[in-house]
C-alpha cells in the first residue's frame, strides 16, 4: 500500500513515545521532538531547543498519554529543565494545527478553547482494541509468575467479553487453559460457545467461581464484592484489570486471605515498544482520516 | 443448574422441528404436536389430533420457520390433510397463549392481531450467533466438494466481520488456512488483526482478490460487482452467505467463468439436528425471560 | 530460496498427476510427458510421442502411483492405445536413470530389475506426513455430509495418534469439536494431555465409545470388532481410514446398524491437485537429496 | 476410571515434592514422610521421625530430584539435622522395595547395589512429555518479562522440534505470535508445514535468523555459534533451554552484544505444582505398571 507521508511534532510522553517517534521515523516521516533531554534518536529525528520551534514545524503536534497528571503542566518525563505549561503549549497552537494526546481531561480541553483541532488518542476504539493485546498478555505474564502452576490446563475464568475478554479468553484457550468466560446477556453466551469457551452467567458466579484456578476481571464495576469473594478458593488469584477503582472489594479480599491483584497500565509497563506501535498506528489512521 | 420444565405445542415445521421436538421431550419438557404426520415420536410426546386441542394443552405455542410461505397457510411440509389456516391457528390463541415462529412477515402479523404475545425466532441475535456456526460449516463442506484442494494451506478471504464471518475466520484458521478478512472500518481492521488474520480493507478488494483459493461473502450488499469479478482468479470459488440476492452478480460471474454458488439456509440443509437444537435454545431462553 | 532445475519425464499416473506436471512446469523445470492423451498442458510441457523418446529426454523418470495395478501394465488411465508394458518401459531404463512411482510391489521390481535406481514414493515419511492433511479433510467433509449435526460441539474420538491422528484431531479441535484421542501407550497419552485433547486409553474404549458423535480409526488392525460396536451410539458414524481391510468389523456393523466407511485413497479423491503438490514435492526432495 | 491406592514413602525432596505429597494424598494414597521439618501436611500424611521406621512403611519409596547432588547424601533441602546418607538409605532397602528418585549417576546407582528395583523418574517418557509444559511456559514468561514487545504478532523461532520444540510453538502460536521452527530432517519439515509453522531448514539459519525476535532453542548441540550469533538482531533475544552447556556460544553473544539466557529447571522453578503433579502421575503409572 502506497503511504502518505507526514510532519509530527512530538512534544512528551513516556517510554512508549521513545518508541512512537523510531516507529514514525522508521516509516520515513519527519518527526519534531521537544521533552526527550538526552535520548538518544535516529539522526533524522530533529531534536528542537524550544516549544515555538516545535510547534511551527508541523501541522499534526502529538502530546502525551496522559495529556497531563496535574491539568497545568505537559506530562514529560523524560523533559529537563522547567516545565511545560499546558497554557504556553496551546496558546501557540492555531487554527492549522490538530493536536492529538490521551486523557484530555475537561479541565485540560477548557484550558485548550477551541482555536485547534483536538483528539484524545483513548477515545479511539481502534486504539483499545489493539491495546487489548499487550494487556491481555501483562495479565498473563503476572498471572504465571504469581502462580505455582502453568496456564495450561488450568481453570481461568474471564469476566467480561469486551475488547480486552475476547482477547484474554482466545490467548488463555491458546496457551491450554481451560477457559470460562463469565458474563450478562444471552447474546454474549452465545457468542462464547460459538468460540469455544464455557459460558457461565454472572448470576451464577458465587455458585460456580470456587472452581477457578486464575480469574481475570474486565468488568469496570464492583463484580467481587465482599460475599462473591467468600467463594473464591484461597490458592487462587484475582487479576483485575478493570479501570480504577477496579471491579474487586480489596479490603475484604485481604481479610479474606484472597490474592487480588489490580494492574493498570499494563501495555506501557510490559510492552512499551508495542504500546508505541499501537500510538503510531492511531496516529496515523488519524491523519489519513483527516486528508481524505 | 436446575431447570424449569414447561409445556409446549408444537404445530407445523420442517426436519429441525423434528429434532426439537426430540430435544424438548429429552430435557422433560411437555410437548405436545399438530402437523407432523407419520413421524415416530418418542412416546411421552403426544401427538393430537386436532388443532384446537394442541392450542389447549399449553401456554407457549411454536410455530414453524417460516411461519408461511404464502401467507395465507402455516408452513407444515411434514402435515398431511388440509393445510392449517393462519386464520384457524391466530383465532384460537387468546391472549394467555405465546406464539413463537420464525419470517413472522407484517401480513402474517397482521392476520395475527394483537390479541396474544408474538415472538419472531429469527429476530433473536442468540439464535443467528448459534445459526452462523451451521452456516459456517456448511460453507466450508461446500468449499470442500467443489475444489480440488484442501482449506489447509489455501488463501481464503471472508468478506464481512459479522457474526457469520467471525465464526468463518475462526474455522477456516482452525482448519490450517491462511485467512484473510475484508472489512471497511478501521475498527473491524484492528479487531481482525487482533485475531491473526490478515486484514483487507474493502477498498482494496480488486487489488487483492486475485490471490485467494476460496473466496467467502457474508456482506449483503453487491460487493462482489462485475468489474471486480475481472479480478477474481479463474481457479478460485466464491461461496454466497449473505442473503437474496447475495453479494454476486451472478450473471457477470457466468460470463466470465467464475464460479459462484449462492448458499442459502443452510443450518437446516446441512445440519438439522444442530439447527433443532439451537431453535430449543432459543424458545427455552424466551420462556426462562418470561417467567422471570 | 535458489532452486535448481530439473528435467522429468512423467509417463502414466492419474489426475494426480496431471497437477504435478503443472506444477513441476509452474517451478520452471522441464517436463516430458508420456500417457496423457488429449489433457490440455502449458506450452512448455512436451508431450512426447513414443514412450523411448520420453526416457531419453531426462534422468528422473516419474511413474504412476500405484505404479501398476495387474503388474504388468503401467497405471496410465489417461493413455489411449496399447497398454504401456512394465517390461518395456523398465526394458528402456539405463544406470543413469532414476525411476520413482508408488507402492511398488515385490513383483514390479522384480521385473525391474537392479540396473537403475528405483524409489517408492509411497516410502517416503515426508509424502506421508503431506497426505495425512488430504486425509483429514476428506474425513471431515464425509462426516459433514453424512451427518445432521456440526463438527462444532460434538464428540469425536480419534483412534490412533499417528500422522493422520494428529492431523485429524488438530483439524477437528479448529473446528471446535470436543476431541478424544484413544491410544495404548502412556506416552502418547502424555502428548494427547499437551495438546489439549481428551486421552482415552484404547483398554477403556468399550466403556468409553458409547457417548461419541464421530468416530474416525485410523489404527490398522481390527479395533472396532463385533463386541466393541455393540457399545457404540446407533446415531454415530465410523469413518475408517485405516487401509484395507480396515479396522472395523463391517459385517457386524451392518447387523448391529451402526453405520460405518471404509474411506481409502482421499487425497486422490477429495483434493487431486492438492495430492500433486505433494508428489511434487516429495519428487523435488529426492532430486535434491541425490544432487547434495 | 476405578484406582488402586497405594502406601508410599517420600524421602528428601524440594518444593515439587511438597505437591507430589499432597497430590497423592488427595488421590488417598497413604503417605510416609521423612526429610521435610517444619513442613505443614494434611493430617493423613504421616511424619516419620526415623529413615528406617519410613522405608519399613511401604513398598514404594520415593527418593528426591535429583537423587544426591553430591554422590554421597540424599537431596534434602527441607530436612533438619544430620544429612541423610544415600548409603544409609540404600542398605535399608530389601529385595520387596522399589525406589523411584531422578538424575540417578552411575555413582549412585553403584552405592545402591542391586538389590532392590531402581526407577530414574527422569527417564520415563511420559514425564519427559509432561515436562514441556512447564518449560515451554516458563520460557514464555521470561520473554514477556526481558522484552518490551508482545508475543503476539512478534516473529518467532523456536530450533528443534522435539518433545519441548512441539509444545512451545504451539503455545507460542496460540498467543497469536508468527512461528517459524528450525529443523534437520524432511521429515520435521513437513511435520513443521501440517501444524502451520514456517519451516525452516537448519542450514538456512544464518540466512534467515535476523528476522526473529524471539529465539528459543531446544537443540542440544552448539547451534547458535559464534559465527551464527554475528547475523541475530541485537534487539532480539535467545532463550536456551537445552541441557548444559546449552546451544549458544555465550562468551561469544555478550562480545556481539546479543541477550542470551540459558533457562534450567523451569519447571520447579516457575510451577513447583504442576511439577509436582507431574511426578505424582509418573510415580502412579510406574506403580500401575507393577501391578499389571
Redesign the interface.
Known amino acids: 500500500?502506497e503511504e502518505k507521508q507526514f510532519a509530527f511534532s512530538v512534544i512528551g510522553g513516556d517510554?512508549r513515545y521513545i518508541?512512537l517517534i523510531q516507529f514514525l521515523q522508521a516509516q520515513s516521516h519527519q518527526v519534531y521532538v521537544y521533552g526527550f533531554s538526552n535520548i538518544d534518536f535516529p539522526d533524522s529525528v530533529i531534536l528542537c531547543d524550544r516549544l515555538e520551534e516545535t510547534i511551527q514545524k508541523s501541522t499534526f503536534i502529538i502530546g502525551p498519554i496522559p495529556c497531563s497528571q496535574d491539568n497545568y503542566t505537559l506530562f514529560a518525563p523524560y523533559h529537563q529543565g522547567s516545565p511545560i505549561l499546558l497554557k504556553d503549549l496551546f496558546e501557540s497552537l492555531s487554527k492549522y494545527h490538530v493536536f492529538m494526546a490521551g486523557y484530555i481531561t475537561p479541565k485540560v480541553r477548557e484550558i485548550a478553547g477551541d482555536s485547534f483541532k483536538i483528539f484524545d488518542l483513548l477515545q479511539r476504539?481502534?486504539l483499545a482494541?489493539?491495546n487489548?493485546?499487550?494487556t491481555?498478555?501483562g495479565a498473563?505474564?503476572i498471572a504465571?509468575?504469581q502462580?505455582?502452576?502453568?496456564?495450561?490446563?488450568s481453570k481461568c475464568l474471564v469476566l467480561g467479553f469486551g475488547r480486552c475478554g475476547?482477547?484474554l479468553a482466545?490467548?488463555l484457550?491458546?496457551?491450554?487453559a481451560c477457559v470460562s468466560v463469565g458474563v450478562r446477556s444471552?447474546?454474549d453466551?452465545?457468542?462464547i460457545?460459538?468460540?469455544?469457551y464455557q459460558p457461565l452467567f454472572l448470576k451464577?458466579l458465587k455458585k460456580e467461581i470456587h472452581q477457578f484456578d486464575f480469574i481475570f476481571n474486565t468488568i469496570p464495576s464492583l463484580i467481587l464484592d465482599q460475599s462473591t469473594l467468600l467463594y473464591v478458593n484461597k490458592g487462587s488469584i484475582i487479576i483485575d484489570l478493570a479501570s480504577k477503582p477496579g471491579g474487586v472489594d480489596y479490603e475484604a479480599a485481604e481479610k479474606q486471605g484472597v490474592k487480588a491483584l489490580l494492574c493498570l497500565g499494563l501495555p506501557g509497563k510490559?510492552?512499551?515498544?508495542?504500546a508505541g506501535w499501537i500510538i503510531k498506528e492511531t496516529v496515523l489512521?488519524i491523519c489519513s482520516e483527516m486528508r481524505e
Request: charged residues 20%.
Open positions: 500500500m517510554a518508541e476504539e481502534e482494541i489493539y487489548a493485546i499487550p491481555s498478555e498473563i505474564q504465571m509468575e502462580q505455582p502452576i502453568t496456564i495450561h490446563s475476547k482477547v482466545h490467548q484457550q491458546g496457551l491450554g444471552v447474546k453466551i452465545a457468542y460457545s460459538t468460540y469455544g451464577d510490559v510492552a512499551p515498544k508495542t489512521t
